[in-house]
């Protein structure tokens, strides 16, 4: 018997692989292939809040490079006969897809304190997001040049080889790319192809297992993984978790049914309709159609117009049809054809496919979109393989029974652009600067950098807004901690009767400076100390001095001899105005008017504040020596500051206002080319008795590489100082008072619509259906609690507007180590303080 021939090798195995995804490759250029050979460009689509933007001409924008490439591709149609049946073939294939994947937080990389945001934040989950629009490119026989050569050769190709050489591309290539370009889309990035490709497995690799059930797909990450469900039973999903089955994401495909918007404005809420299903937890989105010129469908709708009309007095004759149903339909088809013929229609997106993948096991899509919105999704009952390659880029699988025609304004402006983020960014896109907390929406990290307002050459102040109770203060300490953590140093000012934050402040590694003892104020503020020059300090130390006034009616003859005399001290080495003057005593005081030098000397040893502004001892560390954080602190002491636009009416009123000045130009002096922050609590004081001062630190901060904070619950009053100028950034924390919060929104140019007053103004808590107990309201931006167990739901929320005009809300988020650093608890503080004795000692 003959023996069988040996089988190829070859032939055992298939000739060509069994592709993961849609996509068979990436070429050099950008441009994308699919697994039949077509030819794609996707690009990136930029970000932005739409949702959360400061008001809706700022939501727009964010959709204008959607719109704007929608109409360019609508102009690439040949339209020579207006009709869809001729013009169809000519329509771009679009796709549109949103990603959106969970995902650990990780700090940037270069960031000064990653090691600490890590230990702090690691836990949080953020949004990957990604937008990548996409064009199938049309091949040109011949390619864009080469002429009848070149064209004969690809006819000759296509016939011997099979598909079409990548030449034919290059033309349709260089059109769709430079239409994309002016509409302000940017190049995908690596890691935009790599998370659009695998977003179903959290951005890692595509090629994954897989289990198929009816209603909804399982991706596992691991091997084992998929080994320990088919221990328990593949159809045993919802025992998974118990089982502590990690390595898994389960994705519910389903399909755009029916979307209820009727002719809406783009800024109506409703019309971000892709935000409800992001709100729904979808992992990603995918809009898929073809874009027809609006001069297509205006003449599509006059004839359909006219068919309707004919078929209605047809249907009315016959007595099928009432006759306000006749007037309804009528009246919806003229209304639409008037709007394209008024030159407001938009492009059309015709055969429109929309699937969504959505986190988890859904058993009632109904349930998981608001009552309230638009959307109503039907499920792709035994349609989920396809569904999910359906979504994928370069697919050319088309799973959805459920088409639609919409303009293109309605996908343009669906909110699928957006994403909540705010704060400071460096060159790279990557965050700088303080962690305030993470957005409430789309949970993207928010920094505040303390030079980013110098670097910018942008305005310098920032104002953080919000009524007692708000978090005010531990925002200005965590703040304070994390600068200093990053190496900046930082300058408080308390000028609050009773106030005390220096355990804080000591548990930090920083000093504290008490106005109220003479020992520890020695000439904190004394300007000979702090200014960058000693002339400048000579000439503000006389300034003060005769602002206070010590000498009553003979003040007319002290500044000549007082200038002298602080001159003559500073020259022979004096680091202070106290010590300038006892040199000055000692060497000509004979040349001096009786009893000048004494009365300063009798104002220094009885007030306190006085003291703060003129120093005795030249050993001690000025402000411009200090690193890490100062604290300075009225303490028990009391500024007695006069009404604002009232002269002081006695020494006390005279040296507190001096205070006040010292203590804003001197903070700003002290921190110049430091890249440091003064941060002044309660800061209608300073607004009040300094508001020059103030003024003043706004026009020199930018240049001095300062960022002062102002922290307050009184926003008129930087409203009334004329500060509006001078500020670029602020925070927004929960405030009581309705014009206050009103005053809050002009500052940083938002609209006080009532919502957001509402919002702002609300209380923390509301009371039950039963009246009888108080539940917490989400509605709030105050912190919320459990108000049985007293455990923390929710952190204070507020709105951050930054330099960019950016305002969305974010919730403050405190560190294990910060809580524990500003903690009141008696064995914190014990532990606190052996930590101190221990560093001491080594």
Same mark, same amino acid.
């Given at each position: 018997? &003959?023996?069988?021939?040996?089988?190829?090798? &070859?032939?055992?195995?298939?000739?060509?692989?069994?592709?993961?995804?849609?996509?068979? +490759?990436?070429? %050099?250029?950008?441009?994308?292939?699919?697994?039949?050979?077509?030819?794609? !460009?996707?690009?990136?689509?930029?970000?932005?809040?739409?949702?959360?933007?400061?008001?809706?001409?700022?939501?727009?924008?964010?959709?204008?490079?959607?719109? $704007?490439?929608?109409?360019?591709?609508?102009?690439?149609?040949?339209? +020579?006969?207006?009709?869809?049946?001729?013009?169809?073939?000519?329509?771009?294939?679009?796709?549109?897809?949103?990603?959106?994947? @969970?995902?650990?937080?990780?700090?940037?990389?270069?960031?000064?304190?990653?090691?600490?945001?890590?230990?702090?934040?690691?836990?949080?989950?953020?949004?990957?997001?990604?937008?990548?629009?996409?064009?199938?490119?049309?091949? &040109?026989?011949? =390619?864009?040049?080469?002429?009848?050569?070149?064209?004969? $050769?690809?006819?000759?190709?296509?016939?011997?080889? =099979? =598909?079409?050489?990548?030449?034919?591309?290059?033309?349709?290539?260089? &059109?769709? +790319?430079?239409?994309?370009?002016?509409?302000?889309?940017?190049?995908? +990035?690596?890691?935009?192809?790599?998370?659009?490709?695998?977003?179903?497995?959290?951005?890692?690799?595509?090629?994954?297992?897989?289990?198929?059930?009816?209603?909804?797909?399982?991706?596992?990450?691991? !091997?084992?993984?998929?080994?320990?469900?088919?221990?328990?039973?593949?159809?045993?999903?919802?025992?998974?978790?118990?089982?502590?089955?990690?390595?898994?994401?389960?994705?519910?495909?389903?399909?755009? $049914?029916?979307?209820?918007?009727?002719?809406?404005? @783009?800024?109506?809420?409703?019309?971000?309709? !892709?935000?409800?299903?992001?709100d729904a937890d979808a992992l990603a989105v995918s809009v898929r159609g073809n874009i027809e010129p609006s001069t297509v469908t205006r003449k599509e709708l006059r004839l359909q117009k006219k068919r309707y009309t004919d078929d209605i007095n047809e249907r009315v004759q016959n007595g099928k049809m009432q006759l306000a149903e006749q007037n309804e339909m009528l009246e919806v088809l003229g209304s639409v054809e008037n709007y394209y013929g008024s030159g407001h229609g938009s492009p059309t997106l015709t055969n429109a496919s929309v699937l969504v993948g959505l986190n988890g096991q859904r058993e009632d899509l109904s349930q998981d979109i608001w009552q309230h919105s638009p959307v109503r999704l039907a499920p792709m009952l035994f349609r989920q393989p396809g569904a999910h390659a359906e979504m994928m880029i370069c697919s050319n699988v088309r799973a959805n029974p459920n088409v639609h025609d919409f303009p293109c304004q309605t996908v343009a402006y669906s909110g699928i652009p957006s994403l909540s983020f705010v704060g400071d960014r460096d060159r790279n896109g990557e965050g700088e600067g303080?962690? %305030?907390?993470?957005?409430?929406?789309?949970?993207?990290?928010?920094?505040?950098? @303390?030079?980013?307002?110098?670097?910018?050459?942008?305005?310098?102040?920032?104002?953080?807004?919000?009524?007692?109770?708000?978090?005010?203060?531990?925002?200005?300490?965590?703040?304070?901690?994390?600068?200093?953590?990053?190496?900046?140093?930082?300058?408080?000012?308390?000028?609050?009767?009773?106030s005390d934050h220096s355990e804080v402040v000591k548990a930090a590694g920083g000093q504290v400076a008490s106005l109220d003892e003479l020992s520890r104020a020695d000439g904190i503020f004394d300007p000979i100390r702090f200014s960058a020059s000693k002339d400048t300090g000579v000439d503000m130390a006389v300034s003060m001095l005769m602002s206070i006034n010590p000498w009553g009616r003979d003040k007319d003859d002290m500044e000549v001899p007082l200038q002298y005399a602080i001159h003559h001290g500073v020259a022979a080495g004096a680091e202070c105005i106290g010590q300038a003057l006892t040199i000055a005593q000692n060497e000509i005081g004979h040349e001096l008017p009786p009893h000048m030098i004494e009365a300063v000397f009798r104002a220094m040893q009885s007030s306190p504040m006085f003291r703060a502004c003129v120093g005795m001892n030249p050993t001690t560390t000025g402000l411009r020596a200090a690193n890490g954080i100062t604290l300075i602190k009225v303490g028990d002491g009391h500024l007695d500051l006069p009404e604002p636009g009232v002269p002081p009416s006695n020494i006390q009123q005279r040296v507190a206002a001096a205070l006040v000045r010292m203590m804003i130009f001197g903070s700003a002096m002290a921190l110049t080319g430091r890249a440091g922050v003064v941060m002044l609590d309660e800061a209608w004081v300073f607004l009040g008795a300094g508001a020059s001062e103030v003024q003043r630190l706004g026009r020199l901060a930018r240049s001095q590489q300062v960022l002062p904070l102002l922290f307050t619950q009184r926003v008129t009053d930087a409203l009334n100082a004329g500060l509006a100028g001078f500020i670029s950034r602020g925070i927004i924390l929960p405030i009581e008072d309705k014009d206050e919060a009103t005053a809050a929104c002009q500052l940083f140019k938002l609209e006080p619509t009532p919502e957001r007053i509402a919002k702002i103004t609300a209380k923390g808590t509301k009371s039950s259906t039963n009246d009888k107990a108080q539940v917490p309201n989400w509605d709030s931006m105050r912190a919320l609690r459990d108000p049985q167990t007293g455990k923390v739901l929710?952190?204070?929320?507020?709105?951050?507007?930054?330099m960019h005009g950016r305002a969305v809300p974010v919730e403050i988020t405190l560190s294990e180590e910060f809580l524990e650093l500003a903690s009141t608890n008696p064995e914190d503080i014990r532990r606190r303080n052996e930590r101190r004795a221990q560093a001491g000692a080594a």
């Open positions: 018997m &003959a023996k069988k021939p040996k089988a190829n090798l &070859a032939d055992q195995f298939a000739t060509e692989p069994i592709w993961t995804t849609q996509m068979r +490759s990436r070429l %050099l250029d950008g441009r994308l292939m699919g697994v039949d050979n077509s030819i794609w !460009v996707y690009r990136e689509v930029p970000l932005g809040p739409v949702v959360d933007a400061a008001d809706p001409m700022a939501a727009l924008e964010v959709a204008q490079p959607i719109f $704007e490439a929608f109409e360019g591709l609508a102009q690439m149609a040949n339209t +020579s006969a207006p009709r869809r049946v001729a013009a169809k073939s000519s329509y771009r294939d679009v796709h549109l897809l949103l990603v959106n994947v @969970p995902q650990a937080y990780k700090p940037p990389m270069n960031h000064p304190i990653a090691p600490y945001l890590r230990r702090s934040f690691g836990h949080q989950r953020v949004d990957k997001r990604v937008l990548l629009l996409g064009v199938r490119l049309n091949p &040109a026989v011949g =390619g864009a040049e080469g002429g009848f050569k070149a064209m004969i $050769e690809s006819v000759v190709e296509t016939l011997t080889i =099979g =598909g079409v050489p990548l030449s034919d591309y290059d033309k349709d290539f260089k &059109a769709v +790319s430079d239409l994309l370009d002016r509409a302000g889309l940017l190049p995908a +990035s690596d890691e935009a192809i790599h998370l659009a490709n695998g977003w179903w497995n959290a951005g890692r690799n595509p090629d994954t297992p897989t289990l198929i059930h009816e209603d909804h797909l399982h991706f596992f990450s691991t !091997v084992d993984a998929m080994r320990m469900a088919d221990k328990i039973g593949v159809r045993e999903c919802k025992k998974w978790d118990e089982a502590g089955i990690r390595d898994q994401t389960s994705v519910t495909f389903a399909s755009l $049914e029916n979307l209820e918007l009727g002719f809406l404005d @783009p800024t109506d809420p409703r019309a971000t309709w !892709v935000s409800d299903l992001l303080a962690m %305030l907390g993470m957005t409430q929406r789309d949970r993207q990290p928010a920094y505040l950098s @303390p030079t980013s307002a110098s670097l910018g050459d942008t305005l310098p102040l920032g104002i953080i807004a919000g009524a007692t109770g708000s978090g005010k203060t531990m925002v200005l300490l965590n703040l304070a901690d994390q600068y200093s953590r990053m190496g900046r140093p930082v300058i408080i000012i308390d000028p609050k009767t009773g929710r952190g204070s929320v507020a709105i951050y507007s930054d």
